[in-house]
C-alpha cells in the first residue's frame, strides 16, 4: 500500500529528529513551508525554546517574488537575527521535505548569511 503525501513526510520527519537536535550553542534550524509561505525556526531542544525565527507571512521585503526568492529573503533574514544573537553554527532541519526548490533556496541564503551547517 503507498502512503500518502502526509504519512510519508511524516515518516521522514520522525527519521531525521531521532538522530538531530539542537542546543543553546548550535540550535536546530526547522523550516516548516506551506502552499503559500515558508517559515524558518532556531530551536534550542534542550530548553524548548525558540531562540529566532522568521518567515515570508506578512514580511515586507518578501512582497511580489516568487516562493524561491521568497526563501531566500527568509533564510537570509534569520541567518542575520542568529548572527546577531551569537550563533554561528546550527544543525538543519528540512522537517522531511525534500531539500530542493524552496528548502534549497533558504539553506543556501543561510549559508550566505554567515550560518555553517
Known amino acids: 500500500m503507498a502512503f500518502s503525501k502526509l504519512n510519508r513526510r511524516s515518516k ?7 538522530k538531530i537536535s539542537g542546543t543553546s550553542k548550535v540550535p536546530r534550524l526547522s523550516v516548516f513551508r506551506s502552499n503559500k509561505q515558508i517559515y524558518a525556526q532556531l530551536i534550542d531542544d534542550v530548553t524548548g525554546v525558540t531562540l529566532a525565527a522568521a518567515s515570508s507571512y506578512k514580511n515586507t521585503n518578501v512582497d511580489k517574488k516568487n516562493k524561491i526568492d521568497q526563501a531566500a529573503v527568509v533564510g537570509k533574514e534569520v541567518a542575520e537575527k542568529a548572527v546577531k544573537a551569537g550563533i554561528e553554527r546550527v544543525v538543519f532541519d528540512r522537517n522531511g521535505y525534500l531539500y530542493h526548490g524552496r528548502v534549497k533556496s533558504l539553506a543556501e541564503s543561510a549559508r550566505e548569511g554567515g550560518l555553517k551547517f
Not at 12 to 18: D, G, S
Request: a positive charge.
Open 12 to 18: 521522514i520527519k520522525r527519521r531525521i529528529r531521532k
